[in-house]
């Protein structure tokens, strides 16, 4: 019987698995160094951009998937995929030439790109498949010197500081999905906070694929000069497809002196049905360091979409007394797998490290928390503090830590916490006795569970992602 | 308002209650009482719709609806509580978002608006000082390192809360200290009036004392064998329930 409720908890289904009938611009299926000349000349880019994606694609050649992550991850055939698929109104503009189906696809999605409409106090980059649609406010952003746009425009506008920091922390020899991202990538964000500036309002990316067979492939460069403060948000969806999606991002994040950034994610590609038909693959390397000292980041992820999910926010402590945060809730459901992290490295002084990660499984689905966190010979009283909580609904799924420390200085304090718990039935009986359904009481529970996490993200999107765990979930307690 | 007929009810293929016939009108106050393992805790279960339990056979209406055909949160918004006598723990769900949530379920149910902040805050605060409770328990998590006496507590405060019209209080007095359970009983029959009813389960005289019963039934294997006024209740805790046991295989 607690299958019966289990079962009734998790069969909701993905609200956001519309397309849009929109044309689109898509380059043929196949992968060498004609379609990365392509990619280049269909952007434009200048010279070095070319060469830097000609030396990543020549290495990815020599490299494999890796093999080590706790996922059963089907052959990829990387030749039957399309590199670039582009709404054919391209490019950024002013707002009455965006296509109005692409206002309303994001309309729908609940971003709105009308400044006036626009959710106050948050910028948005919208991205739909390979380009950059739309990013608002800009200009206010501007007269604070803020650079908020797309990774494109920035190429163009920004060379020097593109050249500067891109691949300064996530090199293009990383890992395989780092260096295929080098070579194919098409757009993303770039924001730069100038010296001793408070960004005014939060900044968004929201990413969206729509066209299909094809595989999306972003990168978001954020330098926070010193002194400076950013808080920024990233989305994603996409439509319904039987076919499986390939989702390789790179984000790099780069902290200076006394600066603090906060990148909070609410990751939700399409997680593939029920009975574990398509969905997306979403591999992705995320990684910033804090290079000047007293500098501060924090990753704050929820993650309820995907077929798969690999993925590690980690961060590069350098600056002495800097600090970093790894806030998680991973959601997996019905055939999902996710094998997702952290990697705190520490090698300045008195460096501070916290990860704290909530994994929930239900339906026959695999949650991993993998994380690790390294101190250097110089880190003198480096401390981290790592807390990792599964919570089982049903038992039919799995949830599996994989912890690694190495500590190479005697001063560090390290610290590892695992928990893992049930929704009982008796928890959902008792909500039901007072008039709560059992959909209703899962969600209380795993928003309890949640609440630490869920407390990290900005206000409009807390909500927002507390209504997605309970919908993620539906169809799964008992 | 309740009229059980003829209940019987399995858990995991055993039979537990083997014909159990029970009526109870508004405005009274019914104890049941029985020897350990004698199946009332398993009535409660059956009764608040408790899906570990199947019914084989017989038949429950409550206010004229069959109630055996709601599902558990129905039958609470229906007015049925349950005051259990083992409450479980919900770590993380704060009391305060956990009676909302419940509130505001009974009033959907019920066709009305969720209630406003203000109107929740003073009834918490209403409820809280007719048990006497801790503010310190409601700004928990429900019933999370409650000891046993402030759960038991912590059901009469939810019972207060959403105020039903059938409450099934099952060992409320166990885990009370003295003064516990003088406050809470006194808590339940502030609550009581002409249009609610009761049924304790209890094993000691001491409860009804404070709480007063209009009849005492004696449950064993399954069944209703005997029914008295509260004077039974004095009879058993003088003389055990051999001679109750001996009556009915006589
Ligand atoms: N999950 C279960 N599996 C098997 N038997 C059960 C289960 N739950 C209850 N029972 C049995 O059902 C019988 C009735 O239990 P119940 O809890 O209703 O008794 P009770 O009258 O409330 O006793 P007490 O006075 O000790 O609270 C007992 O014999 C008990 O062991
Ligand atoms: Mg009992």
Redesign the pocket.
Known sequence: MAENILHEVTQADYKYGFTTDIETDIIPIGLNEDVVRLISAKKKEPEWMLEYRLKAFRHWLTMKMPEWAHLKIPEINYQSISYYAAPRTNGPKSLDEVDPELLKTFNKLGIPLEEQMALSGIAVDAVMDSVSVKTTFKETLAEKGIIFCSFSEAVEHHPDLIQKYMASVVPITDNFFAALNSAVFSDGSFVYIPKGVRCPMELSTYFRINAINTGQFERTLIVADEDSYVSYLEGCTAPTRDENQLHAAIVEIIVMKNAEVKYSTVQNWYPGDKEGKGGVYNFVTKRGICKGENSKLSWTQVETGSAITWKYPSCILQGDNSSAEFYSVAVTNHHQQADTGTKMIHLGKNTRSHILSKGISAGVSNNSYRGLVRVGVNAENARNYSQCDSLLLGDKCGAHTFPYMEVNNETAIVEHEATTSKISEDQIFYCNQRGISTEDAVGLIVNGYAKEVLNKLPMEFAVEAQKLLQITLEGSVG | MLQIKNLHAN??G?E?LKGLTLTVKPGEIHAIM??????????A?VLTGNP?FEVTHGSVSFHGKDLLELAPEQRANEGIFLSF?YPVEIPGVSMVNFMRTAINEQRKYRNQDPISATDFLRLMREKKELVEMDNKLTSRSVNEGFSGGEKKRNEIFQMAMLNPSLSIL??TDSGLDIDALRIVANGVNKLKNADNATIV?T?YQRLLDYIVPDFVHV?YDGRIVKTGDKNLALELEDKGYDWIKQEVEA
């Not at chain 2, 029985?34 to 009535?43: C, E, F, I, Q």
């Open positions: 858990i995991n055993k537990i029985g020897p350990n393992g004698a199946g009332k805790s398993t009535l279960s570990a006598q099952d060992e389960i094993h449950l």
